[in-house]
């Protein structure tokens, strides 16, 4: 080829070069000077999406490290109506589809239509596979602009196990009942968030910029329930109750040595996990917010204030009437008889409201009245569960001869299960009192485990009066006294069986013929570990705590026993004489 072709071919494509590097800079002039304000608006029009990375909610576990409350992925549905508002009944209809009745057909497409809006929920807190298939329907035919974002759900394995303790969360995640409301704050999570970029069609860019602020679980509750146990005692009293007829049930079983709760049973009852039977009547815990007449179970508060003022022992005799008038009111026994002949003992393992009488004319009403208060009556337990009642103690200025003699014997005051179950937990200790407490400790995210707080113990009465206390106890479960059938085989077993009236909260009257019965006891006797406490409300008229709560009592008794491992110390019961 000519030299002069090949020169005149160059020249032309360094021209054609520099006419393009021209028209690059113009419009990179153009872009940069004119422009601008037309492309930052489209900036802006394609934006940035913020999306909430929420933080896992902390699990509640057992003793033992078994899961009671845990969080599953879940998903919420959410739109950006500037891409929906033109196919909302499309869209409508596809999510109704796949969802059903959880999302409604008119109010979705009226979401979607939202006007001058980027971003509205369409529905929250659905399975991840549920609302993964709808959302994937909607882009599968061909519509833009429909989201989810990650969320945590709360499940509950057991179902109804537990429940009242457990608690339940509202919509938003938060607790409103139970371990979920108490420790709240600690369950809760710090939620993060991840800020990208999106188009003009909602669509996230690869590529660009984006950040993210890290999420922070929420700290993991150890419990000191026993799950096995709870879900045994759950299901017995379960039985009960229903078999009876009766209103409600509670089982609690407690450590006398340190007062952790290592079962609480409530029937009926609800399940947190698919919210059925919740309402006002099943949600609260009636162990800590119901306030009830004990009935005969106060008898061993009685017996233990005069022991500890040196007035009785197991021994002491005591001469019982056929019956008194006091103040204008007839007060009698459960049963008719002359003039007995008892022992302190006797009077409780008969159950004699007479002998109790009694006996606690030898202390004055402000003394008795400070007892009471001692054993923590009239005042919180300090259990780690919300809306826990004060009971009702009259102050003693207005405690006449008829209510002295009604307090000896359960009637006249009123208490919550909890404090029950701690003041006789004193006894069965040596006569120290400690805190109820259903949490043991805490780990937060990071590892670290906080131990709870036990909280405080105080000497209520001396070694020696608890321990005359515990042989009247004893007397109650022999084959001569008012539950027989809470014997363990091979255990020594102490007890106290409960009979009240119960009152018409709207009159305040006793109702005849309406009893709430119980039956208290703690074992091994000799050496006390465990402590079970049982309250039938509203069993017929023919139930008494012996016969029927002493049952449920060794049932549940027997078994954490059996759990823990406690053996029989080998020693056999005291005989106790019961007359003179």
Excluded at 185 to 214: F, H, N, Q
Excluded at 384 to 406: F, Q, Y
Aim: hydrophobic share 40%; aromatic share 8%; with cysteine.
């Amino acid at each position: 080829m000519p030299l002069s072709v090949t020169r005149a071919r160059l020249r032309w494509l360094v021209i054609g070069v520099l006419v393009m590097f021209v028209l690059f800079a113009g419009r990179l002039f153009q872009i940069q000077a004119v422009d601008a304000k037309a492309y930052a608006a489209m900036a802006v029009e394609a934006g940035t999406r913020k999306q909430v990375v929420p933080a896992p909610r902390g699990d509640v576990v057992d003793r033992n490290g078994e899961e009671l409350v845990t969080s599953t992925d879940g998903l919420t549905i959410t739109a950006d109506p500037s891409l929906t508002a033109e196919k909302a009944p499309e869209i409508a209809k596809i999510l109704h589809e796949r969802l059903g009745d959880r999302i409604d057909y008119f109010d979705t497409i009226q979401k979607l239509r939202t006007p001058n809006s980027r971003f509205t929920y369409l529905i929250k807190d659905l399975p991840a596979f549920d609302a993964r298939t709808a959302v994937d329907a909607v882009a599968e035919a061909g519509y833009p602009g429909v989201f989810t974002e990650s969320v945590a759900l709360r499940s509950y394995p057991g179902g109804s196990l537990a429940a009242n303790v457990l608690g339940i969360t509202e919509a938003n995640g938060h607790g409103i009942a139970g371990l979920e409301k108490q420790y709240d704050r600690d369950l809760t999570g710090k939620d993060g968030s991840s800020t990208y970029e999106v188009s003009a069609y909602g669509e996230r860019i690869p590529m660009a910029d984006s950040t993210v602020e890290e999420m922070v679980p929420g700290a993991d509750v150890t419990t000191t329930i026993d799950r096995d146990l709870q879900w045994y005692a759950d299901q017995r009293l379960r039985d009960v109750v229903s078999a009876a007829g009766a209103d409600y049930g509670l089982a609690i079983t407690m450590d006398v040595r340190t007062c952790q709760i290592v079962q609480m049973s409530q029937a009926p009852t609800y399940n947190p996990d698919t919210r059925a039977g919740v309402d006002d009547a099943t949600l609260v815990n009636r162990a800590v917010s119901n306030v009830y007449e004990p009935g005969s179970v106060m008898k061993t508060i009685t017996m233990a204030a005069l022991a500890d003022q040196g007035k009785v022992d197991a021994d002491t005799k005591i001469t019982v009437p056929s019956g008194l008038v006091i103040d204008g009111w007839p007060i009698g026994d459960y049963w008719q008889h002359g003039t007995l002949k008892l022992t302190a003992a006797g009077v409780i393992a008969k159950s004699s409201n007479l002998g109790t009488i009694v006996a606690a004319e030898q202390m004055s009403s402000k003394t008795f009245y400070s007892y009471l208060r001692r054993f923590g009556f009239g005042s919180r337990t300090g259990i780690d569960l919300p809306e826990e009642s004060v009971g009702i103690v009259p102050p003693v200025r207005e405690w006449s001869k008829s209510k002295h003699a009604t307090v000896s014997f359960g009637q006249g005051v009123s208490v919550t299960a909890v404090q029950m179950i701690r003041a006789v937990g004193a006894i069965a200790n040596g006569g120290v009192m400690c805190t109820p407490r259903v949490v043991d400790s805490i780990t937060r995210a990071d590892g670290t485990v906080e131990k709870v707080d036990a909280g405080p113990t105080q000497r209520v009465i001396s070694r020696e009066a608890a321990a005359e206390v515990t042989r009247m106890m004893e007397a109650v479960t022999s084959d001569e006294g008012t539950a027989p059938a809470a014997q363990i085989e091979g255990y020594r077993v102490a007890g106290k069986t409960g009979t009240a009236w119960r009152v018409n909260p709207r009159t305040g009257n006793y109702v005849r013929g309406q009893n709430t019965i119980s039956f208290m006891g703690f074992a091994p006797a000799d050496n006390p570990r465990f402590i079970t406490y049982v309250v039938i409300d509203k069993p017929p008229r023919n139930a008494g705590g012996g016969s029927m709560a002493g049952p449920v009592f060794h049932d549940i008794m027997s078994m954490a026993l059996e759990r823990f491992g406690v053996t029989p110390t080998g020693a056999k019961p005291p005989k106790v004489k019961q007359d003179w």
